[in-house]
């Protein structure tokens, strides 16, 4: 399955390119995941709660970042495998400053296979673009949390 798109997040290009980096960010960002420890120079063991129509379960896989061309572009994989099958994908992103922030353009192939893949290609695009969407909508949160924090006064000069 083909998944492309582009989202805006509002940060400058090389904070944003930074926080996609970045493996705490990720994790409470990405819908479901449970863990996301780093195993290598840019390598990650992930736990993710995958959750489809009816079904849902547990995924052990990697991510690995690759092609790093701060701040402009990555390569993205990742692999799972848990009870209701596998999933396997890779995809480029590509970051552009724009007004008001970043644009983070992104185009990749997914391959699921088991259970998984019984439900239906379009079942799994739509939530593939939902999962995606709430991802960008939790990093532009981490984002407005961060610039509230660097804001806000520093304890000592409220006296």
Do not use: N
Request: proline fraction near 4%; aromatic fraction near 6%; charge should be neutral.
């Amino acid at each position: 399955m083909k998944i492309a798109g582009a989202h805006t997040v509002p940060a400058a290009r090389e904070w944003a390119f930074a926080l996609l980096q970045d493996p705490v960010v990720l994790a409470r960002c990405m819908p479901g995941c449970q863990a996301l420890e780093r195993t290598g120079d840019g390598e990650y063991h992930m736990k993710m709660k995958m959750v489809l129509a009816s079904m849902s379960g547990l995924f052990d896989g990697r991510v690995k970042v690759a092609d790093s061309c701060p701040p402009e572009s990555f390569r993205l994989t990742v692999e799972g495998a848990g009870k209701i099958g596998f999933m396997k994908g890779e995809g480029v992103l590509t970051l552009a400053a724009v007004d008001g922030g970043t644009g983070v353009a992104f185009a990749g192939d997914v391959h699921v296979g088991g259970t998984l893949a019984a439900v239906g290609q379009r079942l799994i695009d739509t939530t593939s673009r939902m999962l995606i969407k709430r991802f960008f909508e939790k990093l532009g949160a981490e984002i407005a949390a961060g610039e509230a924090a660097r804001a806000a006064p520093y304890p000592g000069d409220l006296y």
